[in-house]
């Protein structure tokens, strides 16, 4: 059955605003408790992606996909999801926000609220004047379209 509008779709777990309101970014970050099929998990997850963006109202350029050993960014053209443009390490970016994240059991609430420290980090520098990864972010044109934005759960 095809998804014709955005209650037949479930929602990511969160959106990134641009400064004007406008979603540029959509995330599904899956951390513990994980199925036993993490590419089952995965697969998944990045489909509830598409589904969304395809019945969206708007163009939303971006996508993300976190999971406790990559962030998986990709690009939204209106009709189709691009493979990865940009693979991060989880840890390498999120132990800016957690610095035992290696070390601890990190469980989806607090996972989702960590990534969204850093798109916040991204967008209004809140934790450091580089947040992770702000080279590569701008790189592929996201950086910019997070500038002075936000983030919020998205119902």
Known sequence: ????NLQDV???DFVALNKEGQIVLIAEV????FDFNRNQTKENAILRLIDYLQVA???IPFAIFVDLENILIFR????NLSEP???LNTADVLSH???EFSKIQVFNLYFTTLTQAWISDLAYHWQSEIPPASEQMAEIGLLDLL???TTQAYY
């Open 97 to 99: 926000y957690e610095l």
């Open 85 to 87: 443009i940009l693979c």
């Open 57 to 59: 109202k708007k163009l």
């Open 10 to 12: 479930e929602s990511p």
């Open 76 to 79: 939204w053209n209106g009709n």
């Open 147 to 149: 500038k002075d934005g």
């Open 1 to 4: 059955m095809l998804a014709t």
């Open 30 to 33: 899956k951390g513990f408790p």
